[in-house]
């Protein structure tokens, strides 16, 4: 299965740390892309979170499938141009999937600043996403397991690759889901009917302060 395929990938990246021999092989797959992405050869001194998805890429030769870059913002660009980007934080991530973070969001609506670090998907559940991360750490950066909230702070948005036979249908669609509330709603039920949550609809409407408080005939965004 592909989006195993690639994960399985990521995990044999698992305990590189900066300078050590598996922070060199995927520096070395990386490097082995030609023609190297923007004409930059990456170094062992270089950030190597992106480059990490990317290596894995290469490994499992989904380059036609996964964005090659060493920035994250040129990933998005990529996967923008391909038709896989999902720009909706609250989306919720399958196996195989990156998740790309923007670290200064300030939690205010939907985060589209510029993106500093990326990671990929190993699986989604109960409202918690689990990943896996090239360059991760404030002073020494490793390949390591992450954890994260549904909808968190800093989720910048994600790369939803087609593996196998998968459509575009398979990307939830990025396009604005809106609700006129009817009488006796809350967001609860509107959540449930949406299969979303509570917290993702009140980050999507800042306009609504307080969770209990939503009035008949009123406009939301859902998705």
């Not at 990671?119 to 918690?128: K, N």
């Not at 299969?195 to 009123?218: E, H």
Request: aromatic share 8%; proline share 4%.
């Amino acid at each position: 299965m592909n989006r195993e395929k690639y994960i399985n990938q990521m995990r044999a990246y698992i305990g590189a740390r900066d300078g050590n021999a598996k922070h060199k092989e995927i520096v070395d797959t990386y490097n082995s892309y030609l023609p190297h992405p923007r004409g930059h050869v990456l170094t062992m001194n270089d950030s190597w979170c992106a480059a990490t998805t990317s290596a894995a890429a290469i490994a499992c030769g989904y380059t036609d499938k996964i964005p090659i870059e060493c920035s994250c913002t040129k990933i998005i660009e990529i996967a923008k141009s391909w038709g896989i980007w999902q720009e909706n934080d609250a989306y919720i991530p399958k196996t195989g999937d990156l998740i790309l973070f923007d670290w200064e969001d300030n939690g205010a609506g939907d985060c589209n600043g510029t993106p500093n670090h990326i990671g990929a998907v190993e699986r989604a559940e109960s409202g918690v996403i689990y990943c896996i991360e090239g360059n991760n750490g404030a002073t020494i950066g490793e390949c390591k397991r992450t954890k994260y909230a549904v909808n968190s702070k800093y989720i910048r948005g994600f790369v939803c690759p087609r593996y196998d036979d998968e459509s575009a249908a398979a990307i939830a669609p990025s396009e604005p889901v809106y609700y006129v509330v009817q009488k006796n709603d809350n967001l609860t039920k509107i959540a449930t009917r949406y299969g979303t949550t509570v917290d993702a609809i009140m980050v999507l409407n800042p306009q609504i302060k307080n969770k209990n408080l939503i009035y008949t005939g009123q406009k939301i965004r859902v998705k």
